[in-house]
Every structure is written in C-alpha cells, then in structure tokens.
C-alpha cells in the first residue's frame, strides 16, 4: 500500500469498551466449501444477517449493531460520528444508508477544531463475532476527494492487547481519488499502516464502484483468507505472506461498516467534493459450515 496508508487502520481508541466487553461470541467456524475447495452458499449456515428491513428514518438494529461516536485524530479525518440514525438509517427499501453530511448542527468538537463534517460508524462488538467464515456485504460506495468507506474486521481482543496485535480485516476501502478500484488488507504486528499487506481490484473500462451495488466478500478458513468482489477471487493471504510475524487471525472478530471523511490516506475534500455522500448498504451476512 502507498505510504500514505500508514495510519489508516484506527479509529480503534474510539471503540468505548472494555476489555470484557470486548470478548464476544467467536466460536472457532470454518466456511463451508464445495468439491472445488471454494465457498459454498449453500453449504452454509447463516451466524450473521441483516436486510435491513424496516421503516423508513428508523435506526439500525441495537441487538446487532452498536453506534460509535467521535472524531478521529488518529488518522486525521475530518468528520465526528454521531448516535442514533442522524447519520445512519434505514431507507424504507431494505437499505442501511449511511451519510456524510458537510455540517454541524450541534457544535461538535474535533481534533482540528470545531467539526466541518459528520457521518457514522457501527459495528458489532459484544453482539456478534466469528472465527472464520464467509463476510459478505453488497453495497454502493459514495464517490468524491476525500470519501472513504470502510467495511472491515477487528480482533475482539483489541481492548486488551491493542492494535494492531488484535489484527484487523479490511474487507473493503476505497479512496476517492480512485474511483474504479477497491482495496482488501490485513493488518497485524508487524505488517500494520503502510506496511499492511493487501491488494487492490479494479472495475474494468474506467467504470466507478459508485455507479452501481458491488458484493464484498472475504471467505477466512484456517490460515487463509481469499478476498472477492461480485464473486471474483483477486488476492488470498496465508501465513506465509507475514513475513515471519505472527499471523492473528485465528480467534473472534466483529465487524465494522464506516464512512469517513479526509484522512492521511484519502486526504480531505476539496472544492469538487460535492455533500451528501452516502454509503447504501444492501445486506451484511456472515455465514460458515
């Protein structure tokens, strides 16, 4: 990854739980697979579903997902996280929509001053977790200098061992000033920020991810994990490729769905940015064997 990566991976002193609170429901599942050794749909058994069903301005589900709220010095992003549905809601057509909006309503506070952005962040830390299986969301990314979607994993034990010892799983990122290409990373001791170890994909002919629902998906067995976008397999990481590090992700993690604004990576928005961008979330399911 450029260097320019080397703080992406945190808002991590923003999770606001406890080392307990941290411990969730991992219980050690390997994703089902066919003949072929690929994942098997079929085959599988659903741990994890949301549809996102409901009425329209309503928040998301509080048995499945918790609200995070603040800023984020860490990787000098711009926006602050706010509760509720302000900035994360249902649809009313079977969509999470999650905006980022260029305002302050409330007088936020941020490590720059007085905030110019909000957005939201949910995850589901101390309400679902898996060791292995297949992490699947279909979505549409927003687009724009400066606009960084985010689904991806932590270790459940990051309130006790820190990042980024408790790995990390970046199912998918885009930067804005890429508009056809997404990107999938693991994070661990020793490969963490620029030195994350991942890969890029690439929509054919210019097209941009923001013009239409892509699936995102990771299958995670042990001591693999494949990566996929609308089915395409485009990088697997195992072991071998941590360069003698430790590899840790064989133990519980829960999983993230953000959309950032500004940052060391994406950098922040400039005049052709345009606001409300949102991050429109079909489904999230996880599945396993």
């Known amino acids: ?140 990314i927003p687009r724009g200098q400066g606009i960084w979607p985010a689904f991806w994993m932590l270790g459940d034990d990051i309130g006790s061992v820190g990042w980024p010892n408790s790995g990390e799983i970046d199912i998918m990122e885009n930067v804005g000033f890429e508009p056809s290409t997404v990107h999938g990373t693991i994070h661990g001791p020793g490969y963490s920020g620029s030195g994350g170890i991942g890969a890029g994909y690439s929509l054919p002919g210019g097209q941009a991810f923001a013009d239409d629902f892509h699936t995102f998906a990771v299958d995670w067995s042990p001591n693999e994990i494949k990566w996929s976008v609308d089915g395409t397999v485009y990088q697997t990481r195992t072991p071998a490729d941590v360069g003698g590090n430790q590899w840790v992700f064989e133990k519980p993690f829960f999983v993230i769905l953000n959309l950032a604004v500004g940052g060391y990576w994406p950098g922040d928005p400039d005049g052709s940015t345009q606001f409300p961008q949102q991050l429109i979330v079909d489904y999230v399911h996880v599945s396993n064997g």
């Open 1 to 140: 990854m450029r260097s320019s990566h080397r703080s992406r991976s945190f808002l991590r002193r923003r999770l606001p739980l406890g080392a307990a609170a941290l411990l969730c429901l991992g219980a050690g599942l390997v994703p089902a697979a066919n003949a072929a050794g690929t994942y098997d749909a079929k085959a599988a058994a659903v741990t994890f579903s949301d549809d996102f069903d409901g009425p329209a301005g309503s928040a998301v589900d509080g048995s499945k997902w918790q609200i995070e709220t603040g800023d984020n010095v860490n990787n000098h992003e711009r926006q602050y996280y706010t509760a509720g549905n302000n900035n994360a809601a249902l649809d009313g057509q079977g969509h999470l929509v999650i905006t980022a909006r260029k305002e302050n309503p409330s007088n936020y506070q941020c490590w720059y001053g007085t905030c110019e952005y909000t957005s939201a962040r949910l995850n589901t830390s101390g309400k679902f977790s898996t060791t292995h299986g297949h992490v699947e969301a279909r979505m549409k």
